[in-house]
């Protein structure tokens, strides 16, 4: 009998304006070729899926045991590269952000020597950070960010 487990990503619209997600023209080039023609369509190419649910998960698991929080999100994902986008598992990827996409930044994580699962920097706020740029909504953790965009060429 198979649970109905609740997916810890979702599929984004593809198709709405100003939405791009890896769209390659590296086929266009290599159609009329002898290259082109032996050319099988790319496998493993997943486009348009939204990770911000997982990313919402592991932050609401900061301080429970690394172990069963990693083998919960395995089995609610397509594939665990996303998971390692957020959580450092060693000294040199640690930072006290990671942004993902353009716009949206996530508190990085990492596993203490307990194996808990910890913020890199507890303290950090969204007044903290300033926007890139005036265009987007800037948010971190999915909350606005303050600050707005200071441009120092004005």
């Not at 997916?7 to 593809?14: D, E, F, G, H, S």
Request: glycine fraction near 4%; include cysteine.
């Amino acid at each position: 009998m198979k649970r109905d487990i609740k997916p810890l990503y979702r599929k984004v619209n593809t198709k709405a304006r100003g939405v791009h997600h890896q769209f390659g023209s590296d086929a266009k080039y290599d159609r009329n070729t002898k290259k082109g023609l032996k050319r099988s369509m790319k496998k493993d190419v997943h486009r348009g899926l939204d990770y911000t649910p997982l990313f919402r998960f592991l932050l609401s698991k900061v301080g429970s045991d690394w172990d069963s929080v990693y083998s919960e999100a395995c089995n609610r994902l397509d594939k665990t590269e996303p998971i390692f986008w957020i959580v450092a598992m060693n000294d040199a990827e640690k930072s006290d952000y990671v942004l993902v996409g353009e716009s949206t930044y996530f508190s990085k994580l990492f596993v203490d020597e307990n194996n808990k699962l910890q913020k890199v920097n507890p303290n950090l706020c969204n007044e903290d950070l300033t926007p890139s740029c005036w265009c987007c909504t800037h948010t971190l953790n999915g909350v606005v960010l303050n600050k707005k965009y200071y441009n120092p060429y004005k």
